[in-house]
């Protein structure tokens, strides 16, 4: 079955430290991979593409097919960086999209 | 900027109500997904369809919930009868193409007392 682990609940860093959250996937076949950010009690917005490979807010993720991972990650924290973060799966073999269970970033001044 | 409109926003009912949310998917996108979050279990996937047609609805308790959509416009969430586990933000997707992603409705807020 498919699978998306984030073994971290909560990330506190200062402003201005790196981040890495953390995202590791189960899936036998080809893989699309996404992170997706929800600001607090708003909607879910996408926040990268694996396939797009582009850095968005400064935000860059990187498919690991090896590891299978694909963390999120960002040189210097803001304090609007403050939100939960979600990794995302899908596949050719199959439609739907599974989440992971979210990391809350959160970020102090 | 498209966008996946979802109404109600909040919902307030006494248990053992229907209730039904709605979901308007971005144009011309065929893909909708319904997903349910709350801070127990995180995000859950209901049911989606694809070009109208359900594909997947294994995430929904069949004796109370149901899911559908009309017509290309509009899906729909229905809970008969509710229950106050039933509480919970209720979230609508869309998309067309897997690999560029779904874009997420601002969520309709259950309460049920």
């Known amino acids: 079955a498919q699978r998306v682990t984030q073994p971290e609940k909560l990330l506190s860093v200062f402003k201005g430290a790196p981040v890495e959250l953390k995202c590791n996937y189960s899936y036998s076949g080809s893989p699309e991979l996404f992170w997706y950010v929800q600001y607090s009690r708003q909607r879910l917005q996408l926040l990268l593409r694996h396939i797009s490979r582009e850095s968005i807010k400064g935000f860059t993720a990187d498919l690991n097919k090896g590891e299978t991972s694909f963390h999120l990650k960002k040189p210097f924290a803001q304090e609007e960086d403050s939100a939960m973060y979600y990794c995302?799966?899908?596949?050719?073999?199959?439609?739907?999209?599974?989440f992971g269970t979210g990391t809350r970033l959160l970020v102090s001044p | 900027d498209a966008r996946v409109t979802q109404t109600p926003r909040h919902k307030v009912t006494e248990m053992g109500q229907e209730v039904t949310m709605r979901c308007q998917p971005i144009l011309g996108h065929n893909t909708v997904f319904w997903y349910r979050q709350t801070m127990m279990q995180g995000l859950e996937l209901l049911a989606y369809f694809r070009n109208r047609a359900p594909l997947d609805d294994s995430g929904m308790p069949k004796d109370r919930f149901s899911a559908e959509m009309p017509d290309a416009t509009l899906a729909t969430l229905k809970i008969q009868p509710s229950e106050p586990r039933d509480s919970a933000v209720y979230f609508c997707?869309?998309?067309?193409?897997?690999?560029?992603?779904?874009?997420f409705g601002s969520g309709t807020r259950l309460t049920v007392v």
């Open positions: 997707a869309s998309g067309l193409a897997q690999q560029n992603g779904y874009t």
């Open positions: 995302a799966l899908t596949g050719t073999g199959f439609q739907k999209l599974v």
